[in-house]
Antibody, heavy 120, light 110 residues
Framework: EVQLLESGGGLVQPGGSLRLSCAAS????????MSWVRQAPGKGLEWVSV????????YYADSVKGRFTISRDNSKNTLYLQMNSLRAEDTAAYHC?????????????WGQGTLVTVSS | QSVLTQPPSASGTPGQRVTISCSGS????????VYWYQQFPGTAPKLLIY???QRPSGVPDRFSGSKSGTSASLAISGLRSEDEADYYC???????????FGGGTKLTVL
């Protein structure tokens, strides 16, 4: 059974940093691309970033480019999102999602999300 | 403002057929597959339709997807109260080199 468990969310001040983690199990982690997708309270889904299975390719939404960094440790079956220079508009639940294969394949499994609140 | 355009709301009575539209452009829907997700409050999204019109195992055949040009639609027939949820379309965008979502449609079963 595929399981994705996010952690690392919390309250952070504007301009601060936070690192999210997503522990994956139930599949061969290194064989699949992975994404972060966020959802602001009461709002819709917004894709944030995707990384290939090997970690060699990464893509970002314009809204986070230059501030967020996606990475993965295939030896630990863990996906990360390093978030710097956080803004109020980054407040959201952050879901990790498994792609069905490559970065352009759909999201077939999602985690429950971890809440990030950016506020002073 | 979402790259893909969906109506914010839709409604129907039990047993009815409802459709939810998703409009995009040549760089996303026009040149790539469309996917649909269902989300209940407080839960993670669930894949409903992949590659325009394919249903994952376990998804009832009451749900169907279609695509024409730069638009796509999700149809739900034999509407049931448990279908009340938010529905999102998604596609890869070649110009943005990233995924784009519709703003979501809240389906109400009257």
């Amino acid at each position: 059974e595929v399981q994705l468990l996010e952690s690392g969310g919390g309250l952070v001040q504007p301009g601060g940093s936070l690192r999210l983690s997503c522990a994956a199990s139930g599949f061969t982690f290194s064989s699949y691309a992975m994404s972060w997708v966020r959802q602001a309270p009461g709002k819709g889904l917004e894709w944030v970033s995707v990384i290939s299975g090997s970690g060699s390719s990464t893509y970002y939404a314009d809204s986070v480019k230059g501030r967020f960094t996606i990475s993965r440790d295939n030896s630990k079956n863990t996906l990360y999102l390093q978030m710097n220079s956080l803004r109020a508009e980054d407040t959201a639940a952050y879901h990790c999602a498994k792609q069905a294969s490559t970065v352009t394949a759909h999201f077939d499994y999602w985690g429950q999300g971890t809440l990030v609140t950016v506020s002073s | 403002q979402s790259v893909l355009t969906q109506p914010p709301s839709a409604s129907g009575t039990p047993g009815q057929r409802v459709t939810i539209s998703c409009s995009g452009s040549s760089s996303n829907i026009g040149g790539n597959y469309v996917y649909w997700y269902q989300q209940f409050p407080g839960t993670a999204p669930k894949l409903l339709i992949y590659r325009n019109n394919q249903r994952p195992s376990g998804v009832p055949d009451r749900f169907s997807g279609s695509k024409s040009g730069t638009s796509a639609s999700l149809a739900i027939s034999g509407l049931r109260s448990e279908d009340e949820a938010d529905y999102y379309c998604a596609a890869w965008d070649d110009s943005l080199s990233g995924w784009v979502f519709g703003g979501g449609t809240k389906l109400t079963v009257l």
